[in-house]
Structure formats: structure tokens, C-alpha cells
């Protein structure tokens, strides 16, 4: 299995970045860690390996990134607004240095985001964000409720950064065209703590007529790597 190891400075953020790319061509994706991960995350909980059929088979390029939660969502010792202007400069990088390396690397005409828990926030709400640019997501046990972080705080940046906020209230065709167009899939379980997050975010797409599938499995554990494992050969 092809494996590449890239860093580079990042002036959206400041400082060296690092990420792992799995494969050499297929379905690109952009995987986020979970809560505090590491670009590593993937492989070190043996996700990438679980794929590894499908990766040397040039079925799916994987593009594992870093994350910057400790300094954004779960940095305690900021005020909130520097934690959303962090997430911003981290959005920024993902959209201007992550996704031109994709390209150059491979020219399929999708790009799908995939997270699991915290890591399937930043694959939503970076894909609804951006559907000029992402064509799908698969979210495993998604965790969206990020206002919990921000104690009461809320601008502009909070709520474009908030799905449960700005897809009730979007009505430009210009995303809904392409919303149409692309693949969304939120997967959770039935005692996943997420769940009813799940569900809540599943009722607004519908609401909005933003096609997607959401999957609620009947399963012990949902919200954990060997579940997300099974999901991952499902869905993508």
C-alpha cells in the first residue's frame, strides 16, 4: 500500500502541519481524527489497513490531516472568540494548502470528508460549508453540538460554523444544486451518545430536502473504532 508522509508550514496557522496519504488513485478523502487526534489516528487504529483491498486496488486515496482541537474547540485557556478564530484558520487551511495537494496528487472529480465523533463534525460541516469543492461525507457517530465550547459566545463565525444554526436558515440555490449532486451519509447507533444529535441533523436535511441517508445501527457500542471499522467497509 502506497504511504506518504507530507509537512509543511502552514501560514494559515502558523506553524508545521503534517498529514498521511494511503494509495495512489481512486476516491479521494479528506479524513478528520476525532477529538484531539492526530493525522496518525487512522492508522494507528488499523482504519486504513481495514481498507487496504480497496486502497491497492486505486478504489480510494486516503488523505488523513492533522487537527488543531486543542488550540480551537478544546482550548480552555482562550476566549471563545479566539477558539472559532482558530477553527477558521484551520477551515482556511484545509480549503487553500490540504485540498490543492489532493489535486495535484489526483484528479478524480469528487472529494468526500469522512470523521468519526468530533472528526465528524469537521467532515460535515467543512462539506456543507464548501460543496463547490466536497461532493460527499460520511460522518461515523458524529459529534455536532460544538456550541458547548464557546460557554454562550456567539458571532458571525460561530454560526457559519455551526450546522444545526445556518442550514435551517439557507435557502441559496447555489448550494442546494450542489448539495443535490453529492453524497451525504451520517452513520451512528442506537446507544451512541450521539444519536439524538444524529437524528436532529438528519430531520433539518430532510426538512431542507438535502438528500443524504442516515443509518442508526443495532449494535452494542456504537461509538467506538471496531463499530466504525464495520461502517467504514459499508459505506464508503
Known amino acids: 500500500m502506497n504511504r506518504e508522509y507530507h509537512k509543511w508550514y502552514s501560514g494559515r496557522l502558523g506553524r508545521d ?7 495512489h488513485a481512486g476516491l479521494p478523502v479528506i479524513v478528520f481524527p476525532t477529538s484531539g487526534g492526530r493525522f496518525y489516528e487512522f492508522e494507528d487504529r488499523g482504519m486504513a489497513a481495514s481498507l487496504q483491498g480497496k486502497i491497492d486496488a486505486g478504489e480510494v486515496q486516503l488523505f488523513c490531516v492533522d487537527s488543531v482541537d486543542m488550540e480551537s474547540w478544546y482550548n480552555k485557556q482562550v476566549p471563545p472568540r479566539w477558539r472559532i478564530a482558530r477553527h477558521v484558520q484551520y477551515d482556511d487551511y484545509i ?10 496528487k489526483n484528479h478524480d472529480s469528487h472529494l468526500v470528508s469522512l470523521g468519526c465523533s468530533f472528526g ?8 456543507l460549508r464548501h460543496p463547490d469543492m466536497f461532493t460527499g461525507f460520511l460522518s461515523m457517530s458524529g459529534a455536532f453540538d460544538v456550541q458547548r465550547f464557546l460557554h454562550g459566545y456567539y458571532d458571525q463565525d460561530t454560526y457559519f460554523n455551526l450546522p ?3 442550514l435551517p436558515n439557507l435557502n441559496d440555490p447555489w448550494f442546494f ?5 453529492s ?7 442506537w446507544d451512541d451518545q450521539c444519536l439524538g444529535q444524529n437524528q436532529w441533523l438528519d430531520q ?3 426538512s431542507k430536502g438535502i438528500p443524504h441517508k442516515l443509518y442508526v445501527w443495532d449494535s452494542f457500542n456504537a461509538h467506538d473504532w471496531p463499530t466504525w471499522m464495520r461502517m467504514l467497509d459499508i459505506y464508503l
Not at 444544486?177 to 449532486?181: L, N, V
Open 17 to 23: 502541519m503534517e498529514l498521511l496519504v494511503f494509495g
Open 95 to 104: 480549503v487553500h494548502e490540504v485540498a490543492p495537494l489532493v489535486r495535484t
Open 120 to 127: 465528524g463534525y469537521h467532515a460535515v460541516n467543512i462539506a
Open 164 to 166: 444545526m444554526d445556518y
Open 177 to 181: 444544486d450542489r448539495y443535490r449532486r
Open 183 to 189: 453524497n451525504y451519509v451520517l452513520a451512528t447507533g
Open 204 to 206: 433539518i436535511m430532510t
